[in-house]
């Protein structure tokens, strides 16, 4: 059994991983709320422009570039390759961990338990306000592990960690902050992309779209995220995440039907 699997009087270090690109307006507070208490940070850029590597490297000489993207889950799959400590805990730059989440951090290291994948609630911040219904509250992602015990799979996009056979799930406690969307047009372009990669992934797959479905999956998600996950109570940013959720899922069936489209151009 690998040694940070296994319980121990020694206190298991800690890796803070991250892929990022163009996060100069982020990248700071996130890596103010590690630093100091973790003992290593991996960053994996993918081609900034902006001063993300600047900013980098004033917490850490541990950056990288990967810039051919092969997508989120592969290229977190290359960030794993440069982390060295016997956990990893998981961020994304717009992201920032909460004093009650890193002692239920360090309470884990202290006494590492075998097999085990840790899950987080995330508390997001989206036109002005916390997010705590339209489905997005506590919205548990996986983020804490032994290195050696697993790995992102190979989505391009929406990946997640691999639950190896007998392995664990249990939930930390205290929130990791999200400061997601704070206009419109930065929801747009992050949706865009993430239209894109999924079109292609289920293309790839064989699958196909239509604009009928495309319909009725962007009218099920409204009424899901505005009525059954209470985004009404929200207010006029819940009514709003629900609109563009509603799009997001319209964009992305969208994007497979024209990718899958048969037509032939006239002569």
């Not at 990288?64 to 400590?85: C, E, K, L, N």
Request: aromatic fraction near 10%; include cysteine; proline fraction near 5%.
């Amino acid at each position: 059994m690998p040694a940070e699997a296994a319980h121990s009087d020694r206190r298991a270090t800690l890796a803070v991983a991250l892929i990022v690109k163009n996060e100069a307006q982020h990248l700071a507070a996130c890596l103010d709320s590690v630093a100091g208490w973790v003992d290593e940070i991996v960053i994996l850029d993918s081609g900034s422009t902006d001063d993300t590597e600047q900013i980098a490297r004033r917490y850490t000489q541990a950056f990288y570039t990967s810039a051919d993207w092969p997508g989120f889950g592969p290229q977190r799959q290359r960030a794993q390759t440069h982390v060295t400590a016997d956990w990893i805990l998981w961020l994304d730059a717009d992201e920032r961990v909460t004093p009650q989440l890193r002692e239920s951090i360090e309470a884990v290291l202290r006494n590492p338990p075998p097999n085990t994948i840790y899950q987080v609630a995330r508390l997001s911040w989206a036109f002005g306000q916390f997010i705590r219904h339209c489905g997005w509250y506590p919205g548990h992602v996986e983020r804490l592990h032994p290195r050696k015990l697993t790995q992102y799979n190979d989505a391009l996009v929406h990946e997640s960690l691999v639950l190896p056979p007998g392995a664990q799930l249990a939930t930390l406690q205290g929130d990791l902050l999200h400061f997601t969307y704070s206009t419109v047009d930065e929801h747009l372009r992050k949706s865009a992309g993430y239209a894109i990669a999924w079109a292609e992934q289920r293309a790839a797959a064989g699958k196909k779209g239509s604009l009928a479905t495309a319909t009725l999956h962007a009218v099920a998600r409204f009424f899901r995220t505005y009525f059954l996950r209470l985004g009404i109570l929200d207010g006029k940013a819940g009514f709003l995440l629900s609109v563009m959720a509603a799009q997001s899922v319209f964009n992305k069936y969208a994007c497979l039907w024209s990718r899958t489209r048969q037509a032939k151009p006239p002569r």
